[in-house]
């Protein structure tokens, strides 16, 4: 039996190996998705920061699938094991919260000022298809659905080109409108609601993402605002209207470039759930011609590959569907 004395000695001694990783543990980060390309503010020193144009695809290496993303764990037992005696693991999740716990408070909200929050300039042209990455699946509720019961979201995009609004809130709501909104880009509405590759062949559709994270905001939305926005939007969209309270972390933010969620962010998809292109904060006349140029591209593109139109045409708005008529008649003639 050990006396008290040896007893006292053993557990003084440090362990070597236990300090070397008690000091890699803390010292160690893991790599985070790859948005380095996208500049971002730099507390008290960008005064006077400038967003840039995105150079770059942004989004996940992977295709979404159901069920992904929809922040509840499905591990099992043995998984949730086999991951607690995970060193890497354990690096991964550390690097999270360090990341978690150092941003400031108001940083999001400080950032505002620069540009009015506005991440990155919209890219002149589409992403290569071959080039473009995915869209994640998120999972919420609709104003189709009951209450209780979650929707994917990637059942909803694919097949389609989508034009898709993420937004946290009022003033998020209005920087993406400035992107899809009647007002702001009539001839865009018309080709989402009015045009025959909208109404008839379902070529084309809006939807809207709201991500409420706060508990006591997202009961006032289910409570309040639902019915509001049942009334204001029409039949065919109330499916197409979620409201995402979990499941939208930290990699899934970095990986589509939503860097600060107090800003309104619009993705154009194509059928295949790829993002090919992306607009962030309030948009300016160029960025609303180049997602109506794009969105009017990928129609056609979905035309051609479904063999509906030989030309690949599409329905288009404004004085450019006189100036149309006029080339087809004289093509004609």
């Avoid at 920061?49 to 995105?54: A, H, I, T, V, W």
């Avoid at 999972?139 to 609004?165: C, E, F, I, K, Y």
Wanted: proline content about 6%; some cysteine; overall charge positive.
């Amino acid at each position: 039996m050990l006396q008290p004395t040896r007893l006292l000695s053993l557990r003084a001694k440090p362990n070597n190996s236990c300090i070397l990783c008690f000091h890699q543990a803390f010292h160690t980060t893991t790599p985070r998705p790859d948005t380095a390309h996208i500049p971002r503010p730099k507390p008290g020193k960008d005064s006077h920061f400038k967003p840039q144009p995105l150079t770059r695809p942004i989004g996940l290496p992977h295709p979404p699938r159901a069920g992904e993303n929809i922040g509840i764990d499905t591990r099992t037992w043995r998984q949730r094991r086999a991951d607690f005696f995970n060193h890497d693991k354990h690096l991964e999740r550390r690097q999270q919260l360090v990341t978690k716990f150092a941003t400031p408070y108001f940083r999001e909200w400080t950032n505002m000022r620069h540009a009015k929050g506005k991440s990155f300039v919209a890219p002149p042209r589409l992403f290569r298809a071959e080039r473009a990455l995915y869209f994640p699946n998120l999972r919420g509720r609709t104003l189709a659905s009951p209450s209780a019961s979650q929707v994917d979201t990637t059942p909803v995009l694919a097949g389609n080109v989508s034009v898709v609004s993420v937004f946290s809130g009022t003033w998020a709501e209005q920087q993406a409108e400035s992107f899809v909104g009647a007002k702001d880009n009539a001839d865009l509405h018309e080709l989402l609601f009015c045009s025959e590759e909208a109404q008839r062949h379902g070529a084309i559709q809006r939807v809207d993402i709201n991500v409420e994270e706060n508990a006591m905001k997202d009961w006032l939305i289910r409570m309040f605002a639902q019915r509001r926005l049942r009334r204001k939007l029409p039949v065919q969209q109330h499916g197409r209207y979620f409201v995402v309270t979990k499941g939208v972390g930290e990699e899934v933010r970095d990986a589509i470039g939503l860097l600060n969620s107090k800003v309104g962010y619009v993705y154009l998809l194509d059928g295949k759930c790829r993002i090919r292109w992306a607009g962030s904060g309030v948009a300016d006349e160029e960025e609303r011609r180049g997602l109506l140029r794009g969105a009017r591209r990928l129609v056609e593109e979905w035309r051609r590959e479904r063999g509906l139109d030989g030309d690949g045409s599409v329905e288009i708005g404004g004085g450019e569907r006189e100036e149309a008529s006029e080339r087809v008649a004289a093509a004609a003639a």
